[in-house]
């Protein structure tokens, strides 16, 4: 067998990679209940979510070190630092969301980040869009027109939860494009590590300043948010990813709000009509052309 067949051996999806990489997602899909259950602020939350794993994630960049390697510039520490810095207002924005919507139009709209992407590498290309990216354009606008004007008609607050979770996503997008500018540098946990060390007290400094409670009176949604989004849903996401295309994990991406939907239900007795129904099926189609135009870039 050649070193090509190895490799492509090594990369072929087995059923384990399918369950970590839906395990992950159906672990990230808790996230919203946690915060929501937690006796801190939201902002908070998010705090101790990226602090109390930091010694796993610093234990685990530090097995993932390759000795000898050449120095990594200051640079590129500070781009890191930089999107550490972008994630935190992403989980901030996000968390503030999740207190005011529903847990689906949180889960939704803080996916956009990956449409904003898509649009961008449109620009970067300078090239027109294909039929699939306008698809996936006119479905994400159109869902998310009826989705805003569904909360609007329920409460202030509720749309306020939705633009807070569409802002996150714009965050996230600049965190995104600047891992990628840094990811051939770094270790997939070393990267996260350290990008993780820089947001921690960013978040800290967002929810001091919004007054928020810091120290929580019940620990355990914080354990399980800390466990579930960063630790659980990150590592089996990492440990799946590069067995699947984009189109894949793009389909296994929806289930993040169905879940999500599932546990607003049941927790929170939130209601959906058949026009929230029509916003969320438009946005989830919109994510899936969104990673199929990934997929046939590439």
């Keep these: 067998m050649t070193s090509i067949d190895n490799r492509r051996e090594q990369t072929r999806p087995n059923p384990w ?15 919203p209940w946690f915060v929501r259950l937690a006796d801190s602020g939201p902002v908070s939350a998010g705090f101790w979510r990226l602090f109390l794993p930091l010694p796993l994630l610093a234990l685990l960049a530090w097995r993932q070190h390759i000795p000898g390697r050449p120095a990594i510039p200051l640079r ?34 803080g996916n956009s980040g990956s449409l904003i992407l898509m649009a961008w590498g449109l620009i970067a290309a300078r090239r027109l869009p294909r039929p699939v990216e306008i698809s996936a354009i006119v479905f994400a606008v159109g869902g998310a027109a009826i989705l805003l004007g569904r909360s609007l008609e329920i409460d202030h607050a509720t749309l306020m939860g939705d633009l807070f979770c569409i802002l996150a996503g714009v965050f996230y997008f600049f965190y995104i494009l600047l891992l990628q500018g840094a990811r051939g540098r770094f270790e997939s946990w070393e990267l996260l590590c350290a990008s993780t060390i820089a947001s921690a007290p960013v978040m800290l400094a967002i929810a001091i300043w919004l007054r928020e409670p810091i120290w929580p009176h019940v620990w355990w949604p914080l354990v399980a948010l800390a466990f579930c989004s960063q630790v659980v849903g990150q590592g089996l996401i990492v440990f799946a990813l590069r067995h699947f295309s984009a189109l894949i994990i793009g389909v296994v991406l929806l289930t993040q709000p169905a879940v999500s939907i599932l546990i607003g239900w049941l927790a929170f007795g939130e209601t959906m009509g058949a026009l929230d129904a029509l916003g969320m099926a438009l946005i989830a189609g919109a994510l899936l052309l969104g990673r199929l135009s990934e997929a046939q870039s590439r």
Excluded: Q
């Design 17 to 31: 990679h399918f369950v970590a990489l839906l395990g992950g997602n159906f672990a990230l899909a808790l996230g």
């Design 76 to 109: 590129a520490w500070l781009v890191v630092a930089t999107a550490g810095v972008f994630f935190a207002l992403d989980l901030a924005s996000w968390h503030i969301g999740i207190a005011y919507t529903r847990l689906g139009n949180a889960s939704l709209f």
